[in-house]
């Protein structure tokens, strides 16, 4: 794919859609290495990355609260395209022609496959889970006035959601890097028709039926031109 393909292609991502996701992205990834460094002896050293154990116990909380305000954006703006449709279902029967890049046979799929609506909805059960126990976990603030109980569910449910959340983000990765083209769409915006055309085709047909509509609208209309004095 040439950078002049995709300069003229298609906007996927626009600007702030981009920003978000990255800002949230990082905090993912602090979340994810201060929070391991409570969670097991063997991370402890990675409190160095946040100026020692006391201040990523302070910080890892706010981290958290903002990244989930941030998320929560980012889920609003995704949530129609992230809905699963009929041919959804028939991409995930074939799931071993995903893995096995038989794209040739896939059916045709809308601005996100099954796969990326997975992780959407994942993500969008695990980051309020990880907000609510986590608040009830937050010291000096909320933690001292919890019963023990209470904090004992929080945090074991705290580390499973942190654990599926973070699984879930390695898939999401690794598959932004194996489909070629993808982490240029969300660093850059656009993408090839080529690309889009291969991969999401139906959004493809959807954005050339827009512009073309778009375009007619844009003409001026004979027959007002011809009712004018
Ligand atoms: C360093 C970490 C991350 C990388 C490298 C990354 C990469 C990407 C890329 C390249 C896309 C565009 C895929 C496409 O249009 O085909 C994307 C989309 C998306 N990302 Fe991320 N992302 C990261 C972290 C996150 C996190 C932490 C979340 C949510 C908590 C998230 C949620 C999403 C969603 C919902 C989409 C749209 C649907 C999809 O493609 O799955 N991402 N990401």
Redesign the pocket.
């Known amino acids: 794919m040439s950078h002049s393909n995709v300069r003229h292609g298609i906007l ?2 626009g600007w702030w859609t981009r920003t978000n ?1 990255w800002i ?2 990082i905090c ?2 602090l979340l994810t290495l201060s929070g391991l460094a409570f969670f097991y002896p063997a991370f402890f050293g990675l409190t160095a990355l946040f100026g020692g154990p006391e201040q990523t116990r302070i910080v890892h909380p706010y981290i958290g609260v903002f990244m989930s305000v941030l ?1 929560a954006i ?1 889920a609003v703006r ?1 949530f129609g ?2 809905l699963f449709r009929r041919h959804d279902v028939q991409w995930t029967r074939q799931i071993r022609d995903v893995l096995t890049n038989r794209d040739e046979r896939l059916p045709a799929v809308g601005k ?1 496959n099954a796969g ?1 609506k997975l ?2 909805w994942i ?1 969008l059960a695990t ?1 309020p889970i990880l907000l609510v126990t986590g608040i009830v976990l937050w010291r000096p603030w909320i933690a001292n006035d919890m019963p023990v109980w209470a904090l004992r569910w929080a945090v074991t449910i705290h580390a499973y959601a942190a654990f599926i ?1 973070i699984i879930t ?1 390695v898939i ?2 690794y598959s ?1 890097i194996w ?1 070629k083209g ?2 240029r ?2 660093t850059q915006g656009r993408v090839s028709h080529a690309w889009a055309k291969h ?1 999401h085709p139906l959004w493809y047909e959807d954005v050339m039926r827009n512009r073309k509509t778009d375009a007619e609208s844009a003409r001026p209309n004979s027959e007002t031109q011809q009712e004018r004095p």
């Open positions: 996927r991502y996701h949230v992205a993912f990834v998320f980012q995704f395209d992230n996100n990326q992780v959407y993500f980051v959340a983000l999401h990765i932004a489909v993808s982490v769409a969300m991969h």
